[in-house]
């Protein structure tokens, strides 16, 4: 990493084209926003694209502008990230996603800082530089005929490879106690303290999402937590490898375990023909006990509770109802 921070340091002062090799969750968004920050186009835009996000005449005009009439939904003109960028820096992530016709137009960007919006004849300057990111190896994408040589040496002008996580063990307890306190303080909670064994478990892990899904899973546990402290139980089951224990060891003191254990053995040496009355049995007190944590973490504002869990205010609501944990609507509207 000190590496990188060199290399993203040397090459901010230049106005070469970069391009971002790594995992997905390794920080490239980061690194491209620190380019432009420490650039003397600092004052400029910093304009960001997905790529994979959009399909392919979407993504053109989307990058290139329209004019109004150029096809059914074009309406009225629209100016492109590209010279939305003018003066400052696009960066176009997962670049790799582009298709062959775009990845032209690209390519004369590049070469002659010039384009057209979709469906005019006007010739459009812009003065930008290009950062670019790709999860996967544009040498095997350009050998296999699925990127253009040409682009790519173009991008490749200052390449920064940025490391998974796994091989980052050193930095996972810096970044853990970052997160905690981000998350401690959007939570109003206080947690300084990381248990051994729960840090010992997050070195271990592979983490396939890098540092995006340590920050996901550090925020889950933020707002579960009911002491000061980094606990095993608070992470996932992926993490502490513990299937049984993860069932509903995240909302109950660990000496609980065993009896939530022989509960579960218990109704499952029991016919299966209740299956339905043996998953609320045993998943409805969990997500009661999740429902409960989050409202009072978000000051029992169903609108932030909904946001905080990934679903919408009604179904919260439903789910609060069905346990005995809803408000009058009155009071809801008041808080919200």
């Given at each position: 990493?000190?590496?990188?921070?060199?290399?993203?340091?040397?090459?901010?002062?230049?106005?070469?084209?970069?391009?971002?090799?790594?995992?997905?969750?390794?920080?490239?968004?980061?690194?491209?926003?620190?380019?432009?920050?420490?650039?003397?186009?600092?004052?400029?835009?910093?304009?960001?694209?997905?790529?994979?996000?959009?399909?392919?005449?979407?993504?053109?005009?989307?990058?290139?502008?329209?004019?109004?009439?150029?096809?059914?939904?074009?309406?009225?003109?629209?100016?492109?990230r590209?010279?939305a960028?003018?003066?400052g820096?696009i960066?176009?992530?997962?670049?790799?996603?582009?298709?062959?016709?775009?990845?032209?137009?690209?390519?004369?960007?590049?070469?002659?800082?010039?384009?057209?919006?979709?469906?005019?004849?006007?010739?459009?300057?812009?003065d930008?530089?290009?950062?670019?990111?790709?999860?996967?190896?544009?040498?095997?994408?350009?050998?296999?005929?699925?990127?253009r040589?040409?682009?790519?040496?173009?991008?490749?002008?200052?390449?920064?490879?940025?490391?998974?996580?796994?091989?980052?063990?050193?930095?996972?307890?810096l970044?853990?106690?970052?997160?905690?306190?981000?998350?401690?303080?959007?939570?109003?909670?206080?947690?300084?303290?990381?248990?051994?064994?729960?840090?010992?478990a997050?070195?271990?892990?592979?983490?396939?999402g890098?540092?995006?899904?340590?920050?996901?899973?550090?925020?889950?546990?933020?707002?579960?937590?009911?002491e000061?402290?980094?606990?095993?139980?608070?992470?996932?089951?992926?993490?502490?490898?513990?299937?049984?224990?993860?069932?509903?060891?995240?909302?109950?003191?660990?000496?609980?375990?065993?009896?939530?254990?022989?509960?579960?053995?218990?109704?499952?040496?029991?016919?299966?023909?209740?299956?339905?009355?043996?998953?609320?049995?045993?998943?409805?007190?969990?997500?009661?006990?999740?429902?409960?944590?989050?409202?009072?973490?978000?000051?029992n504002t169903?609108?932030?509770?909904?946001?905080?869990?990934?679903?919408n205010?009604?179904?919260?609501?439903?789910?609060?109802?069905?346990?005995?944990?809803?408000?009058?609507?009155?009071?809801?509207?008041?808080?919200?």
């Open positions: 990493m000190r590496s990188v921070y060199q290399m993203t340091r040397l090459s901010a002062v230049a106005s070469s084209s970069v391009l971002l090799l790594g995992e997905t969750g390794t920080g490239k968004e980061l690194i491209a926003s620190a380019l432009h920050e420490l650039s003397d186009r600092a004052s400029g835009p910093f304009v960001r694209v997905n790529c994979g996000a959009l399909t392919e005449s979407l993504l053109d005009s989307e990058l290139f502008g329209h004019v109004r009439g150029s096809f059914t939904d074009a309406v009225k003109d629209r100016t492109g590209f010279e960028a003018h003066g820096t960066f176009l992530d997962e670049v790799n996603s582009t298709s062959s016709t775009l990845q032209v137009k690209l390519l004369r960007v590049l070469q002659e800082r010039e384009f057209e919006r979709v469906g005019d004849t006007r010739t459009i300057q812009v930008v530089r290009v950062i670019a990111a790709s999860n996967c190896d544009l040498n095997l994408e350009v050998t296999e005929n699925r990127f040589e040409d682009l790519f040496w173009r991008l490749n002008v200052l390449p920064i490879a940025l490391p998974p996580l796994r091989r980052r063990e050193g930095d996972i307890e970044l853990v106690r970052h997160f905690l306190a981000v998350y401690s303080e959007a939570n109003r909670k206080t947690i300084t303290r990381i248990h051994p064994d729960a840090l010992k997050l070195i271990d892990y592979p983490w396939p890098n540092v995006r899904e340590l920050q996901n899973y550090i925020e889950r546990a933020v707002v579960l937590a009911q000061d402290q980094l606990v095993p139980s608070l992470l996932p089951t992926a993490v502490i490898g513990d299937s049984k224990a993860a069932q509903v060891a995240v909302f109950r003191p660990t000496d609980d375990q065993s009896l939530i254990r022989e509960f579960v053995y218990n109704r499952l040496s029991k016919s299966d023909d209740d299956a339905e009355d043996l998953y609320k049995e045993i998943v409805d007190p969990v997500e009661k006990e999740l429902l409960t944590q989050v409202m009072q973490a978000c000051n169903q609108t932030k509770a909904a946001t905080r869990l990934g679903i205010r009604n179904t919260l609501y439903s789910k609060l109802t069905k346990f005995g944990l809803a408000k009058p609507k009155s009071e809801e509207s008041i808080e919200s």
